[in-house]
């Protein structure tokens, strides 16, 4: 049974770092094929893909927000994570870790609650 | 970025009936679309891939279909748990790229 939950911050202020770990279950990033993407919900542009990690570690960013982002993982302990850059009131949302269910651009077959995330001084 | 536009933003329907959301690509995206349910408070889930295949577990009132730019989602005898926000999404290129989202009420 596939699950995944998100964990961050919660409220942080403009220009620090976001950081957000997915933690999941019933697959494994140390399996072929396996990726974990992550994907916001913002009133601004709805929803919005971020980026994937794959079990190989390739990555794929978006390239709207390349330059902010970092992904990686814990493989041992089935944890991916999150990383934005100097925030700003933009990066308010809610933010979903999830499977992908393909290699390379994909769907996403399985979502975390998603965690929301408030930027604000 | 490929677009997607879906129509309409909001639907009202009764019980029973029979419902249509479309999504628009701005290029071909060789059936690569995705179709997710949203209830409030919740996260997107899954219903249907490769335009038209049903994800494991969703009702079989719901179907998809479409090739090229443009896509459906079709609901048969609407249920009341079919009430919740329904998005596009395609795969075809990168970065994937979603729909505004169809916000389906009961009349």
């Known amino acids: 049974q596939v699950s995944l939950k998100e964990s961050g911050p919660g409220i942080l202020q403009p220009f620090q770092t976001l950081s957000l770990t997915c933690s999941f279950s019933?697959?494994?990033?140390?399996?072929?094929?396996?990726?974990v993407g992550w994907i916001r919900q913002t009133s601004g542009k709805g929803l919005e893909y971020l980026a994937t990690?794959?079990?190989?570690?390739?990555?794929y960013f978006n390239p709207s927000l390349n330059s902010r982002l970092t992904v990686s993982k814990d493989t041992s302990n089935n944890q991916a994570f999150l990383k934005i850059t100097s925030v700003d009131t933009a990066d308010t949302g809610t933010y979903y870790c999830?499977?992908?269910?393909?290699?390379?651009?994909?769907?996403?077959?399985?979502w975390g609650q998603g965690v929301m995330v408030t930027v604000s001084s | 970025d490929i677009r997607m536009t879906q129509s309409p933003a909001s639907l009202s329907a009764s019980l029973g009936e029979t419902v249509n959301i479309e999504c628009l690509a701005s290029?071909?995206?060789?059936?690569?679309l995705a179709w997710y349910q949203q209830k409030p408070g919740k996260s997107p889930q899954l219903l249907i891939y490769?335009?038209?295949s049903l994800q494991n577990g969703v009702p079989s009132r719901f179907s998809g279909s479409g090739s090229g730019t443009q896509y459906s989602l079709k609901i048969n005898s609407l249920q009341s748990e079919d009430v919740a926000t329904y998005f596009c999404?395609?795969?075809?290129?990168?970065?994937?790229?979603f729909g505004a989202g169809t916000k389906l009420e009961l009349k």
């Open positions: 999830t499977r992908a269910a393909l290699t390379g651009s994909s769907y996403f077959d399985y």
């Open positions: 019933g697959f494994s990033l140390g399996t072929s094929n396996m990726g």
């Open positions: 990690i794959w079990w190989d570690d390739d990555k």
């Open positions: 290029e071909d995206i060789y059936s690569d």
């Open positions: 490769n335009a038209n």
């Open positions: 999404q395609q795969y075809n290129n990168y970065p994937n790229t």
